[in-house]
């Protein structure tokens, strides 16, 4: 459970306490050596060892001066035990024999607020300071079957901080590492719940009835799903998930090809049926018409040619060639 270190914001008056306990080493120490060639040689002595105790203690006791900048948190042990977290702006003074813990202080995943090599050492000197800000994991892109067994490439970006320092700190070994294993086995949960686009008789939802559910239609509620899978699995890590969204889907290479001629055949078929439905109704309206004006008398076989035609015209990939018959159709 975190402790947070709320009475500890006096670095300031402590950091000039020991400025001058310093300056009163020294000005002892020299009083010291001064005192010893006279009659008060004892009491000079133990001046010197005084200012010498003083010097020393005082140089300890500035390890214990700790400054934070806005969202930065120290989880601190003394002895192995869990001490307590400073958080928040300011200048604070703790115990000096605390150490500071952050597993993941150079752990980089290619995520935002990662350390780089070059900035390895400064952070060993800012004291393994633990982030809490909003940060963003952009998994790399992985390869999941669907709910139909199609395999697909799909990536997501999580928004994520610390909320909770002690477990983040002592729960997991490394909670960046664990963050993004947890990430990738949420994801494949998820995505193998959903085809990649419509399918019939699927369900998505668990209710036991079909639904229109996919990974391309319905992104946002396949996001939110990953997100809360993802929250439950890292809630005992001290994290909080923020939000999660998907950066890439698309069929993976090697059935991207047939899923597009797939697609375009669909996309045929559902246009040719729309032109055959509007081609039969204009077909309809023409008889209609004649009939109602009694333009023309046409017999059963007449109205089957007529309609052939009609059809012919309406529903070819070409425009029509007008043929001028002269004579009778018998």
């Known amino acids: 459970m975190e402790k947070v270190l709320t009475n500890k914001k006096n670095g300031l008056a402590m950091m000039l306490f020991f400025i001058l306990v310093l300056v009163l080493s020294i000005v002892g120490f020299v009083g010291g050596i001064t005192m010893t060639e006279t009659a008060e040689g004892a009491l000079g002595v133990v001046l010197i060892l005084l200012s010498i105790a003083g010097f020393f203690l005082s140089c300890i006791c500035f390890a214990g001066l700790k400054v934070l900048k806005p969202q ?160 439950s699995r890292v809630q005992e890590a001290g994290l909080e998930i923020v939000d999660a969204r998907i950066t890439y889907l698309a069929y993976a290479p090697e059935i991207a090809a047939a899923m597009l001629q797939r697609q375009q055949a669909a996309a045929v078929v559902d246009a040719r049926k729309l032109i055959v439905d509007g081609a039969v109704g204009m077909v309809e309206m023409a008889l209609e018409r004649l009939s109602e004006k009694n333009t023309v008398e046409l017999d059963e076989e007449r109205k089957a040619a007529m309609v052939s035609n009609l059809l012919v015209v309406l529903c070819g990939n070409k425009e029509a060639q007008p043929i001028v018959n002269s004579g009778s159709l018998y």
């Open 72 to 231: 930065e948190a120290l989880v601190l042990t003394l002895f192995g035990e869990y001490y307590g977290t400073l958080k928040g702006e300011g200048f604070y003074f703790v115990n000096p024999l605390c150490a500071a813990v952050n597993p993941a202080a150079h752990t980089s995943l290619k995520q935002s607020g990662d350390v780089s090599t070059s900035e390895k050492m400064l952070a060993v000197e800012t004291g393994n300071r633990m982030s809490l800000k909003i940060m963003t994991l952009s998994n790399n892109k992985q390869k999941i079957n669907d709910c139909l067994g199609n395999p697909v490439e799909i990536g997501i970006a999580v928004m994520w901080r610390v909320v909770d320092t002690a477990k983040a700190a002592f729960n997991v070994d490394n909670y960046k590492e664990f963050l993004s294993l947890q990430c990738d086995s949420a994801l494949r949960n998820i995505v193998r719940i959903y085809p990649y686009d419509v399918a019939p008789n699927v369900d998505t939802t668990g209710d036991g009835l079909a639904d229109d559910g996919s990974l391309r239609g319905s992104s946002d509620i396949v996001a939110n799903r990953i997100k809360e899978e993802i929250q």
